[in-house]
């Protein structure tokens, strides 16, 4: 359990007998307890906060020594969006990692196999990302969470391993039932916010901006703005955002491969490493079963 979650039970364990012993001091127990509330809260709307639980929000040594980074993609399977960004990562010969919601790979389970049989990872964004998920306690927590993995084991066969709260935004309760499930929470490192800006090269700038190894990057293939043309953002930021990455030296993996520990990485088959570009296009007929 985080320091910070200890020392806020410990409070709540003290206050009583305090108050029993000097019931005058209850502005002053009743302050601490308003200011503890407000630092658990704003740790919880903080998205790359490791307060309230463990939280990768940047690849270990291991794998920004290898200059490796992680394209993450939220809120899909599209069946608009997903597809074209399939091929693009294709054409490039890039991994990525999608982190999807539940009801939406019910919705289209074909799409959702698509991912994981063109080589990404398929990960948990919870099962119906609601606006409040916050807001949670436990039970509302383990029902959401365990809800999604069910859906992505019946579509897929597979439980995932890693957790992306909606919006980044959780409370002290998570960490426990993450825990409980196996799950490991990921947030972020650069956010390109590709849900509201309209205009590509403000949101490649974004990410862009402190470029590093061991970054993880986040986009969205679900819920993506719209440019002037009406086309989604992301397929005009993509291309831009992996030369930038080429041309920095930095090669972008899945999650799982660059967290893979250095024995498992070894027996690796060097083609699942390292795919070579795929040029196909993705027929709807393929990914809407």
């Known amino acids: 359990m985080p320091r910070f979650v200890q020392l806020s039970l410990l409070l709540h364990a003290l206050v009583p007998p305090w108050l029993l012993w000097r019931w005058e001091d209850w502005p002053w127990a009743l302050a601490l307890l308003g200011l503890d509330?407000?630092?658990?809260?704003?740790?919880?709307?903080?998205?790359?906060?490791?307060?309230?639980?463990?939280?990768?929000?940047?690849?270990?040594?291991?794998?920004r020594a290898?200059?490796?980074?992680?394209?993450?993609?939220?809120?899909?399977?599209?069946?608009?969006v997903t597809p074209r960004v399939l091929d693009l990562l294709d054409a490039h010969g890039v991994k990525a990692t999608f982190f999807c919601i539940g009801e939406r790979v019910q919705r289209h389970p074909g799409l959702a196999r698509e991912i994981l049989a063109r080589g990404h990872d398929l990960e948990n964004h919870s099962q119906c990302h609601r606006h409040h998920f916050s807001l949670l306690g436990p039970r509302g927590f383990a029902r959401e969470i365990a809800s999604a993995q069910q859906s992505f084991e019946?579509?897929?066969?597979?439980?995932?391993?890693?957790?992306?709260?909606?919006?980044?935004?959780?409370?002290?309760?998570?960490?426990?039932?993450?825990?409980?499930?196996?799950?490991?929470?990921?947030?972020?490192?650069?956010?390109?916010?590709d849900t509201r800006e309209r205009d590509p090269q403000r949101v490649l700038q974004r990410l862009t901006r402190r470029l590093r190894a061991g970054d993880i990057l986040l986009l969205h293939d679900g819920h993506a703005a719209r440019d002037a043309r009406g086309e989604p953002v992301l397929l005009a930021v993509l291309p831009g955002?992996?030369?930038?990455?080429?041309?920095?030296?930095?090669?972008?993996?899945?999650?799982?491969?660059?967290?893979?520990?250095?024995?498992?990485?070894?027996?690796?088959p060097r083609g699942d490493r390292q795919r070579p570009a795929v040029s196909r296009p993705m027929g709807l007929s393929s990914t809407t079963s």
């Open 37 to 63: 509330h407000a630092l658990l809260t704003l740790c919880g709307l903080w998205p790359r906060s490791t307060a309230l639980g463990a939280n990768l929000v940047r690849l270990p040594a291991d794998a």
């Open 66 to 80: 290898r200059g490796e980074v992680v394209l993450t993609l939220d809120d899909g399977p599209d069946p608009e």
């Open 241 to 268: 955002l992996l030369r930038e990455l080429a041309q920095a030296g930095l090669r972008p993996v899945r999650l799982s491969d660059a967290l893979a520990p250095a024995a498992a990485r070894s027996l690796q």
């Open 154 to 193: 019946a579509v897929t066969g597979r439980r995932p391993r890693f957790f992306r709260a909606p919006a980044g935004l959780r409370n002290p309760f998570l960490a426990p039932v993450l825990h409980r499930l196996g799950l490991q929470l990921v947030s972020w490192s650069a956010r390109g916010y």
